[in-house]
């Protein structure tokens, strides 16, 4: 497929790949009836998939029929954190494009994935009503016996306005006795190694709705703490099922230990163990949640917190501007430090703090005060200054 191609119908018209996976790709079209912009996912070719040596066991039969569910799934959960599905051609291949498709509402936006790769981490007020939302979309879906199975940050769009999209329903399963099962022994465990529940990757279960909180608990701690374990596939894979995860608030000692002992028990081994449910979970976050007039600052766009704080508040015009920080992210030091780079840089960790993103403020004064030993020396003034005010950050937060 090439831009500029159309459906048969001539009513979409290719604009941009804008995803690409192992058994989609995702393109920005244009809706040439209501003329708006869509997202076309198309499942893959059969001979690329066939290609692959990946493939977990699915055949392309398979593929076809999850793709199928995914449109259907999709179309009757009704939430502003899901994507809406206006269209399809699922049943048989698109004649002119040779490929079926699911029309859904376009996002403008980033995945946390994105957000996270340019900002490291998160605020705690920012993953707080992170998790708030997800909880929100998992609860609708949960209601409906819907397990979605692949938790994970390049499967969550943030939006300018900062409402949070949970995307890609294809290996989503119905709970229900009654359905169909969709995984076969010889098929590899559904979902994403790093965030996939220990009773899933060893099939001891298809998937409850404590498996998705292992999933969401794995989100959290990345964006507070980076990634839960790390390694190969085979070393993260085996870390999940039988390693204890180092604690949360020892990774980063700012989280709160509400906050931390939370996201600690989302990732226990046994399913029974887990938080009892997304209602459960949406609960203990609700203090964490900030209010409008604490003090908190969130981010010019993509910010977490605007539904909670200020959800009517304008959003930003989409332009060169738009995913900028109100705070300047912490600059990497020069290979020497000098008194004048110290005190600029200190005067960023300060407005960070001032703005709210503690955990970035902390861990930068931290790395401000290793290299002003280093460089200036403990009796230098300037470092002497950074050190005051790190001990003042870090008494802020344990007292806090």
Not at 95 to 100: E, I, N, V
Not at 167 to 185: C, E, H
Not at 222 to 250: K, N, S, W, Y
Not at 287 to 308: C, I, M, N, S, W
Request: net charge negative.
């Amino acid at each position: 497929m090439e831009i500029g191609d159309r459906t048969a119908s001539r009513r979409y018209t290719l604009v941009r790949e804008i995803g690409l996976g192992g058994m989609a790709e995702v393109w920005q079209a244009r809706d040439e009836v209501f003329g708006r912009n869509v997202a076309v996912k198309f499942l893959v070719e059969e001979e690329k998939f066939l290609r692959k040596s990946q493939s977990g066991g699915w055949s392309y039969e398979d593929i076809e029929q999850r793709f199928m569910r995914e449109a259907r799934i999709m179309s009757r959960l009704d939430h502003a954190g899901i994507p809406a599905v206006f269209d399809w051609c699922v049943e048989q291949p698109d004649k002119a494009l040779g490929r079926r498709y699911i029309v859904m509402q376009y996002i403008e936006g980033k995945t946390l994935a994105e957000l996270l790769d340019e900002h490291h981490s998160l605020a705690v007020e920012e993953t707080a009503c992170l998790a708030a939302q997800i909880c929100s979309v998992l609860a609708v879906a949960h209601a409906e016996r819907l397990i979605h199975r692949d938790l994970k940050p390049g499967n969550l769009m943030v939006d300018h306005a900062g409402l949070v999209k949970v995307l890609d329903f294809g290996i989503a399963i119905l709970t229900d006795p009654d359905a169909t099962r969709m995984t076969k022994s010889s098929q590899g465990s559904p979902g994403t190694t790093g965030y996939m529940a220990p009773e899933v990757r060893t099939k001891a279960s298809q998937g409850e709705e404590t498996s998705d909180l292992y999933a969401l608990g794995c989100v959290m701690y990345e964006a507070l703490g980076g990634a839960v374990f790390t390694g190969t596939t085979d070393q993260v894979t085996a870390a999940h099922l039988t390693e204890i995860p180092e604690p949360l608030r020892v990774r980063n000692p700012v989280v709160p230990r509400k906050l931390g002992d939370l996201v600690d028990q989302m990732l226990l081994k046994k399913p029974a163990e887990r938080p009892r449910d997304v209602w459960e979970v949406y609960d203990r976050l609700r203090d964490l949640l900030p209010v409008r007039g604490q003090g908190f600052k969130g981010r010019e766009a993509f910010d977490l917190t605007r539904p909670f704080v200020d959800p009517w508040r304008p959003v930003p015009r989409v332009d060169g501007r738009v995913g900028a920080s109100r705070v300047p992210p912490i600059t990497i030091a020069e290979p020497e430090l000098t008194n004048a780079s110290a005190v600029a840089r200190l005067r960023e960790v300060e407005a960070l703090w001032e703005a709210g993103r503690r955990t970035e403020a902390l861990a930068g004064a931290e790395r401000l005060v290793r290299e002003a030993r280093e460089h200036l020396g403990d009796g230098n003034r300037t470092a002497l200054k950074v050190s005051v005010a790190y001990d003042r950050m870090r008494r802020s937060v344990e007292d806090s």
